[in-house]
């Protein structure tokens, strides 16, 4: 969440040229497992109904794009390695960028990079 106004402003730069969704995965911090101190009160999800809640709480932050929620089995953050975050670019069918893995490689100015570059 600390990168989350950077991202939101990426969003709502490029929305003219890309779509934009965020799929909510499994809580890399929660108040029950290893929270941080200022986090959300966000418990680790024992069922879809607590990560659509958890999902529902990131959308709630004026994000500028559909907020989905991975399924429990975590397919979506093992297929594209996203867990805690990361940034994913796919283009047609095919992943096209794939950013660093959070907290220390997520950096989203690489997709901002990536947009300008598709843009020029």
């Not at 730069?13 to 890399?28: K, L, N, Q, R, T």
């Not at 809640?53 to 989905?68: G, K, Q, R, S, Y």
């Amino acid at each position: 969440m600390k990168k989350l106004d950077m991202v939101k402003k990426i969003m709502s730069d490029f929305s003219y040229i890309a779509d934009f969704v965020v799929v909510y995965v499994e809580e890399a911090h929660p108040t029950d497992g290893w929270s941080l101190p200022g986090n959300y009160n966000i418990s680790q999800h024992g069922n879809i109904q607590d990560r659509l809640a958890a999902a529902e709480t990131l959308a709630d932050h004026d994000v500028p794009c559909p907020v989905v929620a991975d399924a429990m089995d975590n397919r979506a953050a093992t297929f594209y390695g996203a867990f805690p975050e990361r940034c994913c670019v796919i283009q047609d069918g095919v992943v096209v960028l794939l950013g660093g893995i959070g907290p220390d490689g997520y950096h989203p100015e690489e997709l901002r990079d990536w947009l300008q570059k598709m843009t020029a």
